[in-house]
């Protein structure tokens, strides 16, 4: 990963382009404008969830095909936002379609486990080596009912996870992101601050939060838990970061943390909401090497229905066997879900597809860096398998406090925009990273990497 910081960026500059490009996007999407104006009447914001809210109004989709997305105004555009990295076989892929439009007929929904799941179940033990697994509906229940079952297992009610991470919008991860820097506290000693309104007090202070790539402050602050009577069930984290653009661990760091977390008795969850199946077979699981006591799969595990599962050792999972713990839901393992993640997992994500996105990784990681290195731009291109980004940081991101204190927000916007005109949908928001599918070329990897290009030239000459 190499920073190369020898221009500063005109602010006038990149707020005159933004400008430029946001009356561009404007004249692009009056269709969206026009849903936007009928939906917001009925829906709370125009949109179904707030991550898909935008001002002054969002896209609207259509339909997706392959790598592709067409919006509301036909914009035809190839799609490197992916469902916020749900998509990874791509759109319609044929195995999928056909596994749910026969599993339709058949019927959607009985509350009753179908060998589907059997089949799922089986696959993710063998790509993971953890021994049981149950079925949710989404990340955030994955998570939710994670730390429950670290709680039963250990009978303790702290949380401890990484500051800046995102584990869903539940009230015990709801804490230490997406705040001000200069709230956040020092870093041996982190406050615990609620990601937005509604999140409980009480709740919010049972979840403490530690920096990224620093197992020594984590294990500092464990004992000083230890010590107060308050020592955690469980340390839930994503293996490299996948929400302060990409992330990845320093060498050791994950070995450390599994160390420390054996050491001391607690449930280590990696978050595979984002990673699993998405980097690799095993997610980041196999990637790194290093074997948590949980997972937590959503995202790519359904091929875009609905879909989560946590699975576990035997140890661990024992709690929901014998019923001590409750983990429940009339959805989960649902048969249409269940009939898409086989196909996915038995024809889509094969050793082959992972091979193609590591080699994609490759190209768009490259073509993005040499883009750095010829405009000497201060940043740097990250990727790993299907994800990755362009990080606009003089310095190399290793945290949240890194990630607050140099990321350019914008031109981490502007790019966005430039994207949008130019045929990319982009995840908005930035924190986030591109997600590859099976279906991208490297047509589709070429155009991201010029329409790059041509932004890096427009803010430097
Ligand atoms: C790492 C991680 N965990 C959990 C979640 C929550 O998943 P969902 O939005 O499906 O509830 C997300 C969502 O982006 C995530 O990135």
Known sequence: MAVNSTVVLDPERVRKLTERESAMLDERTRGSAEMYRRARKSLSGGVASTYQARNPWPIYLTNGEGAVVFDVDGNRMWDF??????????????????????????????????EDGVVVAEELQR???????????????????????????????????????????????????????DKIGDREDYASLPYGAGVPHAITEMTVAVPFNDAGAMERRIQRLEAEGRKPACVIMEAAMMNLGVVLPEPGYLEEVREITRRHGIVLIFDEVKTGLAIAAGGATERFGVKPDMVTLAKTLGGGLPSGAIGGSAEVMHVVEDGSVYQVGTYNGNPLTMAAARASLLEVLTPDAYRHLDALNERI??????????????????????KGCVTFSPVPIVDYESFKANQDVAVTELAWLYNMNRGIFMTPGREEEWTLSVTHTDEAVDAYVEVFAEMARELTE
């Open 365 to 386: 990681v490259n073509g993005c860096q040499a883009v750095v290195d010829r405009y000497n731009l201060p940043g740097y291109a990250v990727g790993i398998a299907s």
């Open 81 to 114: 936002h992916n469902g916020f990295g749900s998509m990874v076989q791509g759109h319609g892929h044929p195995a999928i379609v056909k596994a749910v439009s026969e599993r339709v007929a058949l019927g959607t929904h009985f509350a009753a486990t179908t």
């Open 127 to 181: 790509r993971w080596g953890l021994e049981q697994w149950r079925f949710v509906n989404s990340g955030s229940e994955a998570t939710m009912d994670a730390i429950r079952i670290a709680r039963g297992f250990t009978g303790r009610d702290t949380v401890m996870k990484i500051f800046g991470s995102y584990h869903g919008h539940h009230d015990a991860v709801m804490v230490s992101i997406g705040v001000p820097y």
